[in-house]
């Protein structure tokens, strides 16, 4: 009974918590709600598909991802070639993913391997996995690229000759993918004007009476990411997601009945690297500049937090996990430099706030899964006795 | 498969297996028809699981060279490289510990890597996996195999809301799904069902046999086995001993076969009763055995007398796969004890929960004074040393170099081998270490190159030794022994069990053996208690005849067995 | 022969001790003088040594690698501030104590002249107990998450630190070297130590030796100042770690680490050990940083030990330790070869190619290094 309670606590808390926070902070923050929810929308169709990524190898019992960021380096590589070919708008978004996709598949071959080699330390070996590759990734960008690799466009490279510049404008393809189906929500009033300006035809309009000012909703990229929904919701039918979650549970049983153990195991984490290039894709796409050096850094951290503020642990997530956890995150993240400021005057305690909650949440959501597993084992020790004592 | 009439389905010709020069089956041939149920029994040792190894094709029986003699199926010579090539010819198994996954329902569970698909497009690009399930046809596909057996489980129902006794069948299930499934192997199905459950099963077996799926079924309950089985075969010491129709043998008489040695070649021409509990006569056995066991007999009840140097009284241990429930016995000063039983039956846990090792109840006196159970460092402190079953798990520090193995428990415990000012700087005395543990290594003849050699590198007898010089260090009063001699060749056996007796001898320790090997129970102990299902059936003087211990084992009651000895 | 050599050495060690090597040979060829180069390997390594030193009881009580190191940087960083802060405050109330108890060498003259080393002295002592503390928490949580210490530790770590970062900027700190000018409050990024205990350890006993030396034709200048202070303290620090290592209770973390079924059947209480070894990492943790500020000159607070963990665990790793058995020697030779290539890689590259590759370099020697331990079979 207490246990019961425990573990429904324990399900339920961070986001519980979060939505408390939000609900503070929110007010403190003097935002509006229309510029909230456009902030939101926007981040929602930023974020959501690095985060779907991380689905499959939870699935697979690989616990959180940290390798994705090899994903999102593929992307970046892709994004580089593009610029400096000077293809824009959605070609050169679709090159870029096709640039990005078999390094992805290579890399992800090669961190599934490791990972083989890891098996019960998956975590901490993806997680120093995306160092080791950021150094490789490093040494490509900023010395073989214009060099060995041919970059043609000077724009992109540093003054000395060879290596890529810190940041890459990605004025070619930004938000191309956004506006790629423009829509708006108004309310009518706001709609008139906004028809006045900007001319009909060229935007969906939905007027909704009662919303205050104006929104731009990215629907080419919900769109894209409720295919990708669809597509998890499949891949969970399938045999392969079977066997991943079989494998997920108990990897000797799975062995023991034939289903391919090391070989699924990559192919979760290859699934996963294509899905983070694809995802880094989009959401730089929205961001416009690339931070040759950065950019991949955080995609990780923030996307496992965000997944892990939603109510999913290292062994389950769902894409219900994925949406409350973007929505709340984000929320915070919005919010909490400014309710710091208006609270004790002081943008940075906000922003140092929202780092310290992403690392707090997952420090916290980890430890609870280490617990809840050592508990698992003792009770599933306790069930070898057999017999009818 | 026209001749199939004739042939046999599976036919063994002379198979052996040695592992690293170790023999443990040899010259095995029989055969199995289609339809028929066949029971295999034998003692911990006797070779049973090495021959399911080999048929099942384990990579354990490849990895360490394979096997002598030949199979055939159906009248063909085949030869299994791995479980999935003798799943593919039809040979299904049940092992002991359940394979199944816990979040799966039993649906799930039963097609686990069969189930059936929705064809698609996709499936011709890429590969079968990603082609989607057909639930509705994998439920009814479950349903079927479960009902076949002859009970009511949910096919929806998830296997870790199951009762025990649910999980078996699901096991079960699974083999029978097979479609090509025509021989199946049975390893203890019982062991966790209750009776109602067993009756089902084993009512279900016959069915399934009638169908013509043959089935080898091992248990050591031997009732069951007579009662279902159409032919036994007992294993002994690798060698089968008997390949005999079922309305042959008695259920005493099957278990003699399979622990009766020496004495069992005595004893062969008389008649043996068909219900032993009433009749044997103590006294009267006791008449035949050789006048020296008398005279041990009476010292024994000398002994007794005395203050018990153990008392337990209703200990249960909750040690997993040896869980004890209910047991009380005493152990005399100076005794050597012997605790013995199946393996999985509780004789591990009593050692292990005595010591502090795994959650205990109950209580236990040490010369009568109360032992505080669960606290390993209570029991030490108390003069109590422990050689574990688990040699490599808890007995020694694979890593660490023999000195410390030896020398530490009597460090940290009685604060030997130490300089410094106790309680606040005291260092090891790499020194003294040294010299104990070459002391050791003479007196055992513990083969290695010196005190510093890490253990891990030595051979499993040696280790052993090691073990027991760690325990002798602590000097304690009582020690507590646990499959002295498992995993080592013969001659380290002998040196371990003259040890044992010598130092018995020396110096009056009391001594309690746990050992799945009777016989060296028997030639070691002054009196041997049998464990079956975490109780005690039986406590005898080792003098005893082998059956009798045997019958304990079985499960057979005994009661006027142990009423002998108090 | 070579081939057990190799196998013993193991073959990233020999790798990285070739290039190394290699570094040396061709340091003089591009002109680079190895003699700096070398001297500059030789304070590096006594700056870290401490910190790379905190691995050892961790590993050896099989508690894995200390990616939770920041936590017990912390605890330096909150010594070496507040001996700053204090730091008036300290030497009035030693001249107090001085002049109540008649203590005669306790004088005015003696607190003006040993000013700095008091300083340092008290940044550790103020740090310890707060290392301890924080230790002691950080092993009890550790102790309930068995098999996955790595990976919180470094959660741990990440999150302690950005709540420090929180706490830097409202933690009443008054001391005007180390508060934002502007607002009068929040501790600065990087708070300098001269005035109060830069280079104590360094310039203790330091042996200075400048020289120019003309070898066929060209000038040779040797320029070599060893900070033997740090030297020293980092060996006393070793020697310490070595000695408890032998006593009773190390022994029995050691047995732990090596097999806790083992230790437990002999009487030695598990989780007892594991937390004594994790409040040993943490306190040197904080020594190992104050050590590294005095030499360094600044104490980096805000987001500066975010990463500190990482080159020390690549140290011990590259030293020759795996993931649970770790020592004195392993220290040294690590932290030797990974700070003679942080060192040597930047100039040699440099005088090379006219670029700097040392981060590249560092990120894949460091993080293949920690790889290559973890996928390496270990015996269950």
């Known amino acids: ?389 | 498969m026209p001749d199939s009439i004739n042939t046999p389905l599976l036919r063994l010709e002379n198979i052996g297996k040695e592992y690293y020069g170790n023999r443990v089956l040899s010259e095995i041939s029989f055969e199995i028809n289609s339809g028929e149920i066949i029971g295999l029994v034998g003692e911990n040792g006797a070779g049973k699981s090495t021959l399911l190894n080999i048929l099942f094709g384990m990579p354990v029986i490849n990895s360490t060279g394979g096997h002598e003699g030949n199979l055939y199926l159906d009248g063909k010579k085949v030869n299994f490289n791995s479980p999935n090539q003798a799943l593919a010819a039809g040979i299904g198994m049940v092992h002991q510990e359940f394979s199944l996954i816990p979040g799966f329902t039993a649906t799930e569970n039963i097609l686990l890597n069969r189930e059936v698909l929705n064809g698609s497009l996709m499936s011709y690009v890429f590969s079968d996996r990603v082609s989607t399930l057909d639930r509705d046809a994998m439920r009814q596909r479950a349903s079927a195999a479960i009902s076949t057996l002859g009970v009511h489980i949910s096919p929806d129902m998830l296997i870790n809301e199951m009762p025990v006794g649910y999980k078996q069948f699901i096991e079960i299930a699974r083999e029978i799904d097979r479609k090509n499934t025509r021989l199946l192997f049975l390893d203890e199905p019982t062991a966790v069902l209750t009776e109602q459950e067993a009756e089902i099963l084993l009512i279900a077996l016959k069915k399934l046999a009638k169908s013509g799926i043959a089935i080898v079924f091992i248990s050591h309950r031997l009732s069951e086995v007579k009662e279902l089985c159409d032919r036994i075969l007992v294993l002994r010491d690798g060698k089968l001993i008997t390949d005999e129709s079922a309305e042959n043998l008695t259920t005493r008489q099957i278990a003699t076969l399979m622990v009766g040695r020496e004495s069992l070649r005595k004893e062969e021409p008389v008649e043996i009763p068909e219900n032993p509990v009433e009749e044997v006569n103590v006294d009267e056995t006791l008449g035949v055995a050789p006048a020296g066991d008398d005279v041990e007999t009476k010292m024994l009840k000398k002994k007794k007398k005395k203050k018990p140097a153990l008392r337990v009284e209703h200990l249960w241990v909750d040690m997993p796969g040896e869980t004890v429930r209910d047991v009380s016995f005493e152990v005399q000063k100076g005794e050597i004890f012997g605790i013995g039983g199946l393996a999985g039956h509780g004789k591990l846990g009593i050692p292990n929960g005595i010591m502090g090792l795994y959650p205990a109840g109950g209580k236990v006196k040490l010369f009568g004074k109360k032992l505080a159970l669960n606290k390993p460092r209570a029991a030490l402190n108390r003069k109590m040393a422990f050689v574990s079953e688990d040699r490599r798990g808890v007995g020694l520090l694979l890593d660490e170099p023999l000195d410390w193995n030896i020398t530490f428990t009597a460090m940290q415990t009685q604060g030997r081998f130490l300089f410094g000012i106790p309680f606040i700087f005291q260092m090891r005395n790499e020194l003294a270490m040294a010299n104990e543990t070459k002391k050791f290594i003479e007196a055992l003849e513990i083969k290695c190159t010196g005190p510093k050699q890490k253990a891990g590198e030595l051979s499993g007898g040696n280790q052993q030794k090691v073990c027991l010089a760690k325990a002798f260090v602590l000097r304690p009063d009582i020690l507590l022994i646990c499959e002295p001699t498992r995993g080592i060749d013969i001659g380290a056996k002998t040196l371990v069990l003259d040890t044992l007796k010598q130092y018995n001898k020396e110096n009056g320790t009391t001594i309690i053996v746990t050992s799945s090997e009777l016989e060296e129970l028997r030639s070691v102990c002054d009196r041997v208690a049998i464990v079956d299902e975490g109780k005690i059936a039986g406590i005898l003087p080792a003098s005893r005849p082998a059956e009798e211990f045997g019958m304990l084992m079985m499960g057979e009651k005994m009661r006027a067995a142990s009423a002998a000895t108090e | 022969m070579i081939k057990n050599f190799i196998k013993n050495v193991g073959w990233p060690r020999i790798i990285i001790a070739l290039f190394l090597l290699a570094l040396f040979i061709t340091a003089p060829f591009v002109g680079v003088n190895v003699f700096t180069s070398f001297n500059n390997t030789i304070v590096r390594f006594g700056m870290n040594g401490v910190m790379v030193l905190a691995m050892i009881p961790m590993v050896q009580a099989g508690c894995g690698l200390n990616f939770g190191l920041p936590l017990g940087i912390i605890a330096g960083l909150l010594g070496a501030t507040l001996s700053i802060e204090l730091n008036t405050e300290i030497l009035e109330k030693l001249a107090q104590l001085g002049s109540q108890y008649k203590i005669s060498w306790l004088t005015q003259e003696f607190l003006q002249t040993y000013r700095e080393p008091l300083g340092f002295a008290s940044a550790l002592i103020i740090a310890i107990p707060i290392a301890a503390v924080l230790g002691w928490f950080y092993g009890k949580l550790l102790n309930r998450v068995k098999g996955d210490e790595m990976m919180i530790a470094t959660y741990v770590g990440f999150s302690s630190v950005s709540f420090m970062c929180i706490a830097w900027l409202l933690l009443p700190y008054k001391h005007p070297t180390m508060v934002w000018g502007y607002a009068g409050r929040g501790l600065r990024t990087t708070v300098s130590v001269e005035g109060y205990w830069l280079h104590v350890l360094n310039d203790w006993l330091a042996l200075d030796f400048q020289h120019e030396f003309t070898v066929n034709g060209k000038v040779i200048d040797v320029n070599l100042a060893i900070p033997t202070g740090m030297l020293i303290f980092f060996a006393v620090m070793a020697c310490l770690v070595w000695l408890f290592m032998r006593t009773k209770t190390g022994t029995a973390m050691t047995a732990v680490g090596s097999n806790p079924e083992f230790a437990r059947a002999s009487g030695v209480n598990v989780d007892k050990m594991r937390t004594i070894s994790v409040v040993m990492s943490t306190v040197l943790g904080a020594i190992g940083i104050i050590v590294y500020e005095q030499s360094f000159g600044f104490i980096q607070l805000y987001m500066g030990p975010f990463y500190m963990a990482l080159p020390a665990v690549a140290s011990i790793l590259l030293g020759g330790a795996s993931v649970n058995k770790a020592t004195i020697l392993n220290v040294v030779v690590g932290t030797f070869l990974f700070q003679g290539i942080l060192t040597m890689t930047p100039t040699v590259f440099n005088s090379m190619f006219q670029t700097d590759m040392s981060e590249v370099i560092r990120l894949i020697v460091s993080n293949g290094m920690i790889l290559y331990a973890l996928t390496r079979k270990v015996r269950a």
């Open chain 1, 1 to 389: 009974m207490i246990r019961k309670l425990f573990d429904i606590i324990a399900g339920h808390a961070v986001p519980a918590v979060f939505i408390i926070i939000s609900a503070f902070a929110i007010p403190l923050s003097g935002f509006s709600a229309s510029y909230l929810v456009q902030e939101l929308l926007t981040r929602i169709g930023r974020n959501s598909f690095l985060i779907l990524s991380l689905l499959i190898p939870i699935m697979a019992g690989m616990g959180l991802n940290f390798g994705m960021v090899l994903g999102a380096m593929a992307g970046q590589i892709g994004l580089i070639f593009i610029c400096d070919w000077g293809i824009v708008g959605i070609p050169g978004m679709v090159l870029a993913c096709l640039i990005g996709t078999p390094i992805a598949i290579v890399l992800g071959i090669f961190c599934g391997m490791i990972l083989n080699r890891a098996k019960g330390r998956e975590m901490v070996t993806s997680y120093i996995l995306g160092f080791f590759i950021n150094g490789v990734y490093q040494m490509t960008v900023l010395y073989l690229m214009g060099w060995i690799i041919p970059i043609t466009n000077p724009a992109l490279l540093l003054s000395r000759g060879y290596g890529v510049r810190n940041a890459v404008s990605l004025s070619g393809i930004r938000a191309v993918l956004d506006n790629l189906i423009p829509t708006v929500i108004t309310n009518p009033e706001g709609a008139k004007q906004f028809l006045n300006i900007n001319g009909a035809g060229s935007f969906i309009l939905v007027q909704l009476p009662f919303f205050d000012g104006a929104i731009r909703l990215p629907l080419a990229t919900f769109v894209i990411i409720g295919l990708f929904c669809l597509f998890i919701v499949w891949f969970r039918k399938t045999k392969l997601g079977q066997d991943m979650r079989a494998i997920g549970q108990n990897q000797s049983v799975a062995d023991s009945a034939g289903i391919p153990v090391n070989r699924t195991r990559i192919i979760a984490i290859v699934i996963s690297t294509v899905l983070a290039c694809y995802g880094q894709i989009i959401y730089l796409q929205n961001m416009g500049t690339l931070n040759t050096y950065n950019s991949h850094d955080q995609a990780g951290m923030f996307s496992i937090a965000a997944l892990l503020i939603g109510g999913a642990s290292v062994s389950k997530a769902s894409i219900t996990n994925v949406f409350v956890g973007v929505i709340l995150f984000h929320l915070m993240f919005i919010v909490a430099p400014m309710a710091g400021k208006n609270l004790i005057g002081e943008a940075q305690i906000g922003e140092y706030f929202r780092v310290f909650v992403s690392y707090g949440i997952i420090a916290i959501a980890l430890v609870l899964h280490a617990w809840k597993r050592n508990r698992e084992r003792e009770a599933a020790r306790r069930s070898l006795r057999g017999g009818e004592n």
